[in-house]
């Protein structure tokens, strides 16, 4: 792994590549090198005073040397830098008889043979992960691999840059900083300053894999095996070792094919309190192994000096993302101490075969699999990479290898998912491959509960005489995540999402709603959609509306061109929508913002309904019914508060009717009329029941003001 970035169009863009090349340096210290139009640094000492040619256009390079010493930007018809690990590069060198000394320079020699308009079919070609810029003329091509496992953040604003973290470009005065879609292409022309974008194909789940189960599992060992074999160093490695099914089936493997490598686990030491689960595991399964266990055990009074590295290092104070990132982070530091340059991780596998609750709850399993795939870019892999760079190691994943990706969302759901089990075929042929029954059938916690450092976070909070854990983080980085739009349509699921988003640290740049003349909408809520207006002044929050005819999915086209006003005006990098089970409309809304280069935040996706409504109400919520459709329910609804009581009578008639609690069936409508957001409450001056029948009818508002609360 390394660091690469960019500036372009800009005065003395050579000097703030400098400048930036100091917030990534950690990334790469085995070499430096700048590139503008007509010449090459490499000489450090030089690039650390500073360069004095003032060049409007440049590219920086701080190089992690793995596989051959060779300096970049590599230069020739072009200008190239890049961060990647191409694992078929021997291959492609032989076949192109390029004569290249590495994984970069093979790339470079390829685009350059091929040329820059076929560098969707050079990708194609390539097994392995990348983040790359190729510049010649006046064009700019800047690409990463398809999962998003290398990253790259951009501004087009006073010109354009990239560079590997998003950091240094905030460091250089940038805000309009994006992450880079995967699944996209910038193509840059440095004479127009015009972006154009490139879509690349992603991952299909059809046709489902119609072999036996004994062929299936046949063929996923040898590609799990391939994908470790492809990644194993020449030197000593690393592994992250839980003790869970994934990074115990790598131990095993790797041990198998007898490599010298060192096993890593980090936990919370703290008197009186019982063993971490991670520790029994990793020590268990090294015992077996006969491997080497290393352990990291952080006291509690040393936990906050980590998360004010940790934090700002990821730029996020999300509560799930900084527990995984200490744990990850206090293992890195031992294996940078025993001078190890590459690490490996079981991340990815609990994407692919189906490890989480929303899997299970999932009428599709690998549809549900494919949507958590899409978002893994911004949810797991940057936070990984910025960790293990900082600690000088390049971080290796096995099961996000693009064969095993590709032929895991094709296995059938009913392999995934047997006997209350996820990952159910990846722990048989664990254990046909000889890891102990205990330890592939081992039902594991996710690694900040697993290490109990989210409980020391909880602690820290308390001693903080705070409520929430995200109030607690939120100290050691004040600059908020993510920038983000939420759909809203007045109703307690959009608001309750945007609230748990909000005290998540995201910052909700603008509230946007689509009105559909159709009261019948696939897509949208249509009852009392007018007081969103209300709703948005009281959150002091911009309110973006759009209308459409309601027409069964031209209506998504109006939804897209409101989303791509808010990117445009908010400078929004992802979408909040309340979205609990229905698939009809997340999966729209997913294929909407991916297009768009957006990313999408469901937080009640598959959340217990009852569960939820509680939350809500727990969470001081003033929410009424505003409409009803269902058995069980009538007039004599409408208007009344959601509260215990009220929730207590909807599970009664769920056990008689099977009504959904919380309304996700259509049952019922709702309305925000108060909640902690808002600076004041609704209040309905006018209003009127219509009733369609004994238990169809809602409650139109014909006035309603903003009142002190």
Not at 26 to 35: A, E, L, S, V, Y
Not at 581 to 596: A, G, H, N, T, V
Not at 611 to 617: A, D, G, L, P, S
Request: charged share 30%.
């Amino acid at each position: 792994m390394c660091g690469i970035i960019g500036i372009f169009n800009r005065k003395n863009a050579d000097n703030l590549v400098v400048e930036g090349m100091k917030i990534i340096k950690n990334r790469g210290k085995d070499g430096f090198g700048i590139c503008t139009e007509k010449e090459k640094y490499s000489s450090e000492k030089k690039i650390k005073s500073g360069i004095r040619n003032h060049s409007e256009n440049a590219m920086g390079h701080c190089l992690h040397s793995v596989v051959s010493f060779l300096p970049q930007p590599i230069t020739g018809k072009g200008k190239f830098i890049s961060n990647c690990e191409i694992y078929n590069w021997k291959a492609l060198n032989n076949k192109y008889k390029l004569k290249a000394k590495n994984d970069s320079e093979l790339l470079f020699k390829l685009i350059e043979k091929k040329g820059s308009d076929k560098i969707l079919s050079i990708l194609k070609e390539t097994d392995g992960v990348y983040a790359f810029a190729y510049w010649i003329n006046e064009s700019l091509y800047l690409a990463r691999d398809i999962i998003g496992i290398k990253p790259v953040w951009y501004s087009h604003s006073n010109g354009f840059a990239f560079a590997s973290e998003k950091k240094a470009l905030l460091n250089l005065g940038y805000f309009d900083v994006s992450e880079l879609n995967p699944r996209k292409i910038i193509k840059y022309n440095l004479k127009e300053d015009r972006l154009e974008f490139i879509e690349r194909d992603f991952f299909l789940i059809s046709p489902e894999n119609k072999a036996t189960l004994k062929k299936i599992k046949q063929e996923l060992k040898k590609y799990i095996e391939e994908a470790i074999i492809k990644r194993v160093p020449d030197d000593r490695f690393g592994l992250l070792l839980s003790g869970g099914i994934d990074s115990s089936l790598i131990a095993l493997i790797c041990k198998k094919l007898g490599k010298k490598f060192t096993c890593y686990v980090a936990v919370l030491d703290e008197p009186g309190m019982s063993t971490p689960d991670d520790l029994i595991y990793a020590e268990k399964v090294s015992k077996s192994l006969g491997l080497k266990l290393k352990v990291m055990k952080v006291k509690l009074s040393n936990i906050e000096k980590y998360l004010k590295k940790v934090v700002p290092l990821i730029e996020d104070s999300n509560v799930v993302k900084a527990g995984v990132g200490l744990t990850f982070f206090a293992a890195c530091q031992l294996a940078k101490k025993d001078n190890i340059k590459v690490i490996f991780s079981g991340l990815g596998s609990e994407e692919i075969f189906a490890g989480y609750k929303r899997h299970k709850d999932s009428h599709n399993i690998n549809k549900e699999c494919l949507s958590g795939l899409i978002k893994m870019y911004e949810r797991d892999t940057y936070r990984d990479d910025v960790i293990t760079m900082n600690n000088n190691l390049e971080l290796r994943l096995p099961f996000l290898d693009k064969n095993i990706v590709d032929f895991a969302l094709k296995i059938p759901g009913r392999y995934k998912l047997s006997g209350g089990y996820g990952k159910f075929i990846l722990r048989e042929i664990a254990e046909e491959m000889g890891l102990e029954k205990e330890f592939a059938w081992r039902k594991k916690k996710a690694a900040q509960y697993g290490s109990k450092f989210d409980r020391a976070i909880g602690k820290l909070t308390k001693k903080a005489g705070l409520k929430y854990k995200s109030e607690y983080l939120r100290r050691f980085y004040p600059g908020h995540n993510l920038r983000l739009c939420s759909l809203i349509s007045s109703g307690k699921d959009s608001i309750y999402a945007t609230y748990v988003m909000m005290r998540q640290n995201y910052l909700i740049k603008c509230l946007a709603t689509v009105k559909s003349k159709n009261p019948y909408s696939y897509m949208f809520h249509t009852p009392n959609i007018d007081m969103v207006k209300l709703q948005a002044e009281s959150m002091g929050i911009p309110l973006l509306e759009q209308e459409t005819k309601g027409e069964k999915e031209h209506e998504l086209d109006d939804l897209e061109k409101l989303l791509l006003k808010a990117k445009q005006m908010h400078k929004i990098d992802g979408v909040i929508t309340g979205a609990i089970f229905s698939s009809y409309q997340r999966d729209r809304i997913e294929k909407i913002c991916d297009r768009l280069g957006l990313k999408i935040f469901s937080p009640l996706w598959h959340i217990n309904q009852e569960t939820e409504i509680r939350e809500i109400v727990n969470n001081n919520f003033n929410v009424i019914i505003s409409s009803v459709a269902a058995y069980g329910l009538d007039k004599n609804w409408l208007g009344k508060r959601i509260d215990n009581n009220m929730i207590d009578k909807l599970v009664e008639i769920n056990n008689k009717t099977g009504i959904n609690v919380a309304f996700e069936g259509g049952e019922a409508e709702t309305l925000v009329i108060d909640c902690p957001m808002f600076k004041k409450r609704i209040k309905i001056k006018d209003s009127e029941i219509i009733e369609e029948d004994e238990n169809t009818a809602r409650l139109l508002i014909k006035k309603a003001v903003l009142e002190d609360k």
